[in-house]
């Protein structure tokens, strides 16, 4: 299908709903669209007067202004794109951030998941290594017995 606008192909299909049952369809390429969707805003901004354009770029320079000091990336670009440009971009939209996580994922924070057989936390971890050094050095100096103890223990901690 063909852009209304230009002869380009039509990527954005918009529906307006204009009131009970009245729909406007329009089919625009992706540079028509932006035009589109701009226009309405500038044309509001313009009816209502200079103060309201002027109040118009402040609300715009709230939402979008806020820019990544690394990378030059503003919010209102991640926003579009949905990627952000660098690891410093968490800490430049933190505020705005912490809402969306914690809408998508239901927390701020990634906990992740271990594997079944992995010892809970890094105390385990630090155990188990402790307990498998004093084994090899138990099998070495053949105390078979303290070794088996040793080995019981390991797999104690491995199963959880």
């Known amino acids: ?27 625009l390429c992706e540079d028509c669209a932006k035009k589109y969707l701009y226009e309405p805003q500038q044309k509001k ?17 709230d939402l979008g202004g806020k820019q990544c000091e690394a990378c030059g990336i503003k919010f209102v670009e991640f926003r579009n794109h949905g990627r ?27 906990a992740g998941k271990a594997p079944r057989r992995h010892p809970n936390g890094k105390a385990g971890h630090g155990e188990l290594a402790q307990l498998r050094r004093r084994l090899q050095e138990l099998v070495t100096g053949e105390q078979y017995e303290e070794a088996a103890r040793v080995r019981d223990r390991i797999r104690q901690i491995e199963e959880g």
């Not at 954005?12 to 009245?22: A, F, Q, S």
């Not at 690891?87 to 701020?108: C, I, K």
């Open 1 to 27: 299908m063909k852009c209304q606008r230009c002869p380009k192909q039509a990527t954005l299909h918009i529906t307006e709903v204009l009131g009970d049952e009245k729909f406007d369809e329009v089919h």
């Open 84 to 110: 952000l440009g660098c690891p410093h971009d968490y800490d430049a939209f933190q505020a705005d951030l912490l809402p969306l996580l914690e809408s998508v994922h239901g927390d701020t924070k990634h």
């Open 45 to 61: 901004a313009a009816q209502k007067g200079e103060g309201a354009a002027v109040a118009a770029d402040d609300d715009a320079d």
